[in-house]
């Protein structure tokens, strides 16, 4: 019987295995058989499952009927339609097949239907698991390959999410992800992204035990949440000013630009670009759409589809008015977790999301990854009342015993 929790394991499982291929084929040995599109049926099988799910079940029900779930549903609404305008520009068959073929356009719109998964409670055992083994199989399978550049760092992405359970997980299980962890940083320096997000979430789990130690009062957090979200909205005034918040950080720097070096400003370049093209074709409010390009300079080509900033692909291809919604959604996911969460792992993955949010403006490019696969399950978690409503006790139990009703 085909029954609604095999259809989401389908689709992780799919997800997961595409994000693997995917990754091994770009940063690591070249295999002929993962050059064209074959790989990427395993992402549009997931993504079918998942929006089939979307629209086919009583999952609002797992957040008791909460109005906010029109916000999320509008969201949709306005990705789809960024979506449909792309389609209706596509004049061949080609065109049409590279579009859809490809996680960073049509493919990118799809992650945000994992909120779904997140919400329900009767998943959240089986999604660590899923995330967990695919991450040791993915470490000790990366190690002959280790001397391919940040192979191992993309393979094992879900790491950043694995630690944040850290405090939930057995000795054994701890010590894993710390080996890992440790070595993805040795070998990956030249990451600042994503070494930076590893770093953030030991951070995360830091104050997880200060919090179990120490009571903090629930207005300050929200004070302290509001003051670090104005950081990304702080620098974009300074960004529309003429000022570059990364020429601030970094200073002037002449020399030509390297991945190895960890110090290069290599983001003022891509927003002055998408604004310059965004303002000169009159699309700022609405993008572009998820075909979407920018004429680049830098990159010698007037249609740019891929911009390494997720502000600026959100902006370029569903516009202010998309930008608003996504970051309106994730922010109330946030304050959710934090200010109305029984137990302190929720409260962990609403700080989580408030790094994403910042990191956002300089990196977390919009892909049917991994990456924003978790954030979505993570943004599902945050609103669930059920999870919230868990106490730490039996917050660890629901992660260590699978519920299989659903």
């Known amino acids: 019987m085909v029954t609604k929790r095999l259809l989401v394991f389908v689709s992780l499982i799919l997800a997961v295995l595409f994000h693997f291929l995917f990754y091994l084929n770009y940063y690591g040995p070249s295999i002929s058989s993962l050059q064209g599109v074959l790989k990427y049926l395993l992402a549009l099988g997931s993504a079918i499952i998942i929006v089939f799910l979307y629209f086919t079940t009583y999952w609002r029900a797992d957040l008791k009927r909460s109005k906010l779930t029109v916000l999320f549903d509008i969201l949709i609404l306005w990705f789809f339609i960024s979506l449909i305008r792309s389609m209706l520009e596509i004049r061949d068959l080609n065109g049409f097949i590279l579009f859809i073929f490809n996680n960073y356009l049509a493919l990118s719109c799809f992650p945000l239907f994992f909120f779904i998964v997140g919400t329900n409670p009767n998943y959240f055992h089986m999604t660590n698991k899923i995330l967990f083994i695919y991450v040791l199989l993915a470490f000790i399978f990366s190690l002959p390959f280790i001397h391919f550049f940040e192979l191992q760092l993309y393979l094992v992405y879900p790491l950043f999410f694995l630690i944040l359970t850290i405090p939930l997980m057995r000795s054994a299980e701890r010590i894993l992800i710390l080996i890992i962890s440790i ?15 590893i770093l953030f979430s030991f951070c ?13 009062n629930k207005k300050l957090l929200y004070a302290l949440v509001f003051i670090v979200l104005m950081i990304p909205l702080a ?25 190895l070096n960890p110090y290069a400003d290599t983001r003022t370049f891509l927003y002055y670009e998408v604004f310059q093209d965004l303002k000169t074709n009159d ?9 979407a390009g920018y004429d680049s300079p830098s990159f ?3 249609r740019r589809e891929v911009v390494e900033v997720g502000f600026l692909q959100i902006l370029m291809k569903t516009g202010i008015v998309g930008f608003i919604l996504y970051f309106s959604v994730i922010v109330v996911g946030i304050f959710k977790s ?6 302190l792992f929720l409260k962990m ?5 408030i790094g994403y949010i910042i990191m956002l403006f300089f990196e977390n490019q919009l892909a049917y990854n991994l990456l924003n696969i978790i ?3 993570v943004v599902g978690m945050c609103y669930s009342p059920v999870l919230r409503g868990l106490n730490d006790k039996e917050i660890g139990v629901l992660f260590h015993n699978s519920n299989k009703n659903n």
């Open 338 to 343: 934090i200010g109305h969460s029984n137990n």
């Open 300 to 302: 010698h080509t007037y």
């Open 183 to 197: 070595t993805v940083i040795v070998v990956s320096l030249t990451n600042r992204a994503g070494i930076l997000r």
């Open 235 to 259: 620098s974009l005034y300074l960004a529309i000013k003429g000022q570059s918040v990364f020429q601030i950080i970094l200073g002037d720097d002449d020399t030509p630009y390297s991945q």
């Open 204 to 216: 995360i789990v830091g104050v997880y035990f200060i919090m179990k130690k120490v009571h903090i």
């Open 349 to 353: 993955l609403g700080f989580l999301l």
């Open 283 to 291: 699309v700022l409010l609405f993008g572009k759409g998820f075909n």
């Open 375 to 377: 954030i979505w399950l």
